[in-house]
């Protein structure tokens, strides 16, 4: 090299590594606190189905309230609406890393003492519907469930697939546990009920977490003002207990089994 030439700087090495590994952090966690299994589950899902769902009001319910801004142009203006908070970058940024441990460990005590009243087991085919990016089903692989995968509008993979809850792309009688805390973003609050009972197998449980007297966002499309009004949603089902719970700003747990012998 000359005398007189300047050596060219170097990269800066370790802020250039930090660029390229810092956006794989959060799915490392999720990967971590998946317990995922390489194996297939046990049910198959329509992914490709077309649903036609129309745009028609539920019965009136005297205990649950329909948001005066759930009256949509059409079932895809509700599509959207929801998907705005889905797919927010800020929250799902959130959702992945600072909200995923705290929330995994929270679902894990939540569903530890179903296993101990005996609602739950390792052998328990299992869907949690409204799944976000997946914390309730890594909280159900964490405590030994790993037959176990949510839904949700925009899929997670590999612990979320697409699915919309008014009309779940499984078959009938599936799952034999079915866990969801987002009754309040319902639209047709019958028929994500009757699509939890279709699913469930005869004998299988449903709980549900939700809030009562409270409002909850502006993606809320009801609110509940009697525990009453989403018992009656279940006809096809026996309440096992209802109780209270703190979890994430909803205060009631409800859990129910399916009549029928298993």
Same mark, same amino acid.
């Given at each position: 090299?000359?005398?007189?030439?300047?050596?060219? !700087?170097?990269?800066?090495?370790?802020?250039?590594?930090?660029?390229?590994?810092?956006?794989?952090?959060?799915?490392?966690?999720?990967?971590?606190?998946?317990?995922?299994?390489?194996?297939? &589950?046990?049910?198959?899902?329509?992914?490709?189905?077309?649903?036609?769902?129309?745009? @028609?009001?539920?019965?009136?319910?005297?205990?649950?309230?329909?948001?005066?801004?759930?009256?949509?142009?059409?079932?895809?203006?509700?599509?959207?609406?929801?998907?705005?908070?889905?797919?927010?970058?800020?929250?799902?940024?959130?959702?992945?890393?600072? *909200?995923?441990?705290?929330?995994?460990? %929270?679902?894990?005590?939540?569903?530890? %003492?179903?296993?101990?009243? =005996?609602?739950?087991?390792? *052998?328990?085919?299992? @869907?949690?519907?409204? %799944?976000? @990016?997946?914390?309730?089903?890594?909280?159900?692989?964490?405590?030994?469930?790993?037959?176990?995968?949510?839904?949700?509008? !925009?899929? !997670?993979?590999?612990?979320?697939?697409?699915?919309?809850?008014? %009309?779940? &792309?499984?078959?009938?009688?599936?799952?034999?546990?079915?866990?969801?805390?987002?009754?309040?973003?319902?639209?047709?609050? *019958?028929?994500?009920?009757?699509?939890?009972?279709?699913?469930?197998?005869?004998?299988?449980?449903?709980?549900?977490?939700?809030?009562?007297?409270?409002? =909850?966002?502006?993606?809320? !499309?009801?609110?509940?003002?009697?525990?009453? =009004?989403?018992?009656?949603?279940?006809?096809?089902?026996?309440?096992?207990? $209802?109780?209270?719970?703190?979890?994430?700003?909803? *205060?009631?747990?409800? $859990?129910?089994?399916?009549?029928?012998?298993?």
């Amino acid at each position: 090299m000359p005398a007189d030439a300047k050596p060219r !700087a170097l990269l800066p090495v370790r802020p250039l590594l930090l660029f390229f590994i810092i956006p794989f952090l959060s799915l490392a966690v999720i990967y971590a606190y998946s317990s995922f299994s390489p194996s297939p &589950p046990s049910y198959t899902a329509r992914l490709d189905a077309a649903v036609a769902v129309p745009l @028609l009001p539920s019965p009136p319910n005297r205990h649950i309230r329909m948001r005066p801004g759930a009256a949509f142009r059409s079932y895809d203006d509700y599509l959207r609406h929801q998907l705005n908070k889905t797919l927010d970058p800020r929250l799902r940024r959130v959702w992945a890393t600072r *909200d995923w441990r705290r929330k995994v460990d %929270a679902f894990a005590r939540f569903f530890e %003492a179903l296993r101990a009243e =005996g609602l739950l087991s390792d *052998d328990s085919r299992a @869907l949690c519907v409204g %799944a976000r @990016l997946g914390q309730e089903v890594a909280a159900l692989r964490l405590v030994g469930v790993h037959d176990a995968v949510g839904i949700d509008l !925009a899929p !997670a993979p590999p612990l979320v697939l697409r699915g919309d809850f008014h %009309a779940q &792309p499984f078959g009938d009688g599936v799952f034999d546990f079915e866990f969801s805390n987002v009754f309040d973003h319902a639209l047709y609050p *019958d028929r994500f009920a009757a699509e939890i009972e279709r699913t469930l197998r005869p004998g299988g449980v449903a709980v549900l977490h939700v809030a009562v007297h409270r409002r =909850g966002d502006k993606y809320s !499309a009801n609110d509940l003002l009697n525990v009453d =009004g989403l018992l009656g949603l279940f006809r096809r089902s026996d309440v096992v207990r $209802v109780s209270k719970v703190d979890a994430f700003g909803l *205060d009631t747990e409800v $859990v129910l089994r399916k009549k029928g012998a298993p």
